[in-house]
């Protein structure tokens, strides 16, 4: 349902005829593959030694591909058709998609030719995936961790659920503490603790009454994870750490706390609303109907850093069905 809802935002239609498992093996081995390539500094040399590790890592990534291009590929081939006016536009497709909004907007990206289209597509297809999961998974152990919110998530939901009546859209409206939960967890966990930007123009920064010059083409390092716990950015009313849903309660972006986990300026993630969304969906979902208990030993959510923020031992969490 996950690989399926991003499609349909990338490119407005529900696209079929491909297996879940394979989907889902793909998803692994290319993941492997750029854990592999980021953290050993000799991979990029030693994948094309036949028989090696590295070799067997970037086989299964380029199968994996193949997997991705075989579904996408002849509809994105449409869909610069459909840009140049060379045929019809599909009367299955909704209008807004990313991908189409893209062609209309960027006609340098159409311009690349379909190999960078086909990887762009790929990149958008695992971050989309990764990212609403990872945040899940860590807002299920902070349902753990904190059982008062637990109960009461589970008591919006339930009600937001009931009395929406099958409307998801009505559920949704009723429970935003749910979104704002899950917003917690991309503040809290985020999936990339650091995120590279280069500076397209010469910036001068104040600080304490000192200026610092970032010539254009500086490298800058954003780290999301220190920012967005940092006291001065994360408003509400607890710790930093603490988890409160309340901080996004406020309708302006600017009165909320600082969220770099989908980057922001003129190259945040177009994904954004869709990761979002998807998190209210499937939390509200969980919310209702689970209960989430730490393991003996554990009392709290642990997470490690391997290049992206990862949950200590995947969370080891007991799932236990609520009868109320």
């Excluded at 529900?14 to 998803?27: C, F, P």
């Excluded at 099958?166 to 999936?191: C, H, K, W």
């Excluded at 509200?284 to 391997?306: H, I, K, N, W, Y």
Aim: with cysteine; net charge negative; glycine share 6%.
């Amino acid at each position: 349902a996950a690989f399926d809802t991003i499609l349909f935002f990338l490119f407005g239609k529900v696209l079929s005829g491909y297996d879940a498992n394979d989907v889902r093996q793909a998803a692994k081995d290319t993941l492997s593959y750029l854990f592999a390539y980021l953290s050993d500094p000799l991979f990029f040399m030693v994948q094309h030694i036949p028989g090696t590790t590295a070799s067997k890592v970037r086989q299964k990534r380029n199968a994996a591909w193949k997997v991705y291009d075989s579904l996408v590929q002849d509809e994105i081939v449409q869909m610069i058709r459909e840009a140049n006016k060379e045929v019809p536009r599909d009367t299955e497709r909704l209008p807004g998609s990313i991908l189409e909004s893209w062609f209309a907007c960027e006609p340098k990206f159409s311009n690349r030719g379909l190999g960078p289209i086909l990887a762009e597509v790929r990149g958008m297809v695992i971050a989309g995936f990764e990212t609403t999961a990872h945040a899940l998974a860590y807002s299920f152990g902070m349902m753990a961790e904190n059982k008062t919110l637990a109960a009461e998530l589970h008591d919006v939901a339930k009600k937001a659920l009931h009395s929406g009546g099958g409307d998801m859209q009505a559920a949704m409206e009723q429970s935003a503490i749910v979104t704002n939960f899950f917003m917690e967890a991309l503040r809290l966990y985020p999936l990339a603790p650091m995120l590279q930007g280069v500076c397209t123009d010469d910036i001068v920064l104040t600080f304490e009454d000192k200026q610092y010059n970032l010539p254009k083409g500086t490298n800058c390092l954003f780290f999301n994870y220190v920012m967005q716990r940092h006291v001065d950015y994360c408003k509400g009313t607890k710790g930093p750490h603490e988890i409160e849903p309340g901080r996004w309660n406020a309708t302006s972006a600017q009165d909320q706390p600082f969220l770099h986990t989908f980057n922001n300026g003129p190259h945040s993630c177009p994904g954004k609303p869709l990761s979002i969304l998807e998190g209210h969906i499937f939390l509200l979902q969980a919310a209702s109907r689970f209960d989430f208990t730490f393991p003996e030993g554990v009392d709290r959510v642990l997470c490690e850093e391997q290049l992206l923020l990862r949950p200590k031992d995947a969370m080891p969490l007991y799932v236990t069905k609520k009868l109320y």
